[in-house]
């Protein structure tokens, strides 16, 4: 039980769609990262917020974005959704972005685009 | 270009016996790793982590290696039991930067 929480579990969307995935730090934590894990692969970094604003992207389109709340909880917003952004996407927390701490992750949201 | 390599998609080890799960990295600027678990259906559980000022670190069933002239680290599981059975994933980062991750080997202990 690491205390990131993650909602919806499971969901399907049409593609052309939008979607948000919401994530709930572990308490005390700042930073919040998402990563995208396709089948069969590890898991790829999207982006990271740290105190409300994004510090890290990785090679993600604009149509993936994002926002941290004042509680440090988060959400993923994917825009014009496509076949393969089926996937299984990860939030992960940490205490501060800067420092070599470990980051715990949520049990994440499946999404399936048809 | 894969950054963090672990070229055994799958291993298969006795219960009882030491399970090595091994990782290599290309960017010598890492300088923190992790090792997670992970379960169908789950997120990825974090197991142990070392830092490039270390070569060993220990914690009870659970010891990870690094060997920096050679960009490689490995996962030992002694002994290892059923309930790991899963697949492991190593993730490195170097500081201020976010973690890459290795795609995975399943590990799969026979009883």
């Known amino acids: 039980e690491t205390g990131v929480t993650q909602s919806p579990t499971h969901l399907i969307k049409t593609r052309g769609q939008q979607v948000t995935l919401r994530c709930s730090s572990q308490?005390?934590?700042?930073?919040v990262s998402w990563y995208q894990q396709a089948l069969g692969q590890g898991p790829q970094f999207i982006f990271q917020?740290?105190?409300?604003?994004?510090?890290g992207r990785g090679n993600f389109p604009p149509r993936f974005s994002g926002l941290q709340f004042p509680n440090y909880s988060s959400e993923l917003n994917v825009n014009a959704l496509e076949l393969d952004d089926s996937a299984l996407y990860l939030c992960?927390?940490?205490?501060?972005?800067?420092?070599?701490?470990?980051?715990?992750f949520g049990e994440g949201s499946w999404l399936t685009v048809v | 270009d894969q950054q963090v390599k672990q070229n055994s998609p799958s291993l298969s080890v006795q219960e009882g016996r030491i399970s090595i799960l091994n990782c290599d990295y290309t960017?010598?600027?890492?300088?923190?790793f992790l090792w997670y678990k992970k379960y169908p259906a789950e997120g990825p559980t974090f197991l142990i982590s070392?830092?490039?000022?270390?070569d060993k670190n220990e914690d009870g069933r659970f010891t990870v290696f690094l060997n920096k002239s050679a960009k490689h680290l490995s996962l030992h599981i002694v002994p290892s039991q059923p309930g790991d059975s899963a697949v492991y994933f190593c993730?490195?980062?170097?500081?201020?930067?976010?973690?890459?991750f290795g795609p995975g080997t399943r590990l799969s202990v026979l009883p």
């Open positions: 917020y740290y105190r409300e604003e994004e510090n």
């Open positions: 992960a927390s940490s205490l501060d972005s800067q420092t070599g701490n470990t980051i715990y």
């Open positions: 993730a490195a980062k170097n500081y201020g930067q976010n973690f890459v």
């Open positions: 960017n010598s600027m890492f300088d923190y």
């Open positions: 070392i830092s490039s000022i270390k």
């Open positions: 308490s005390g934590h700042n930073t």
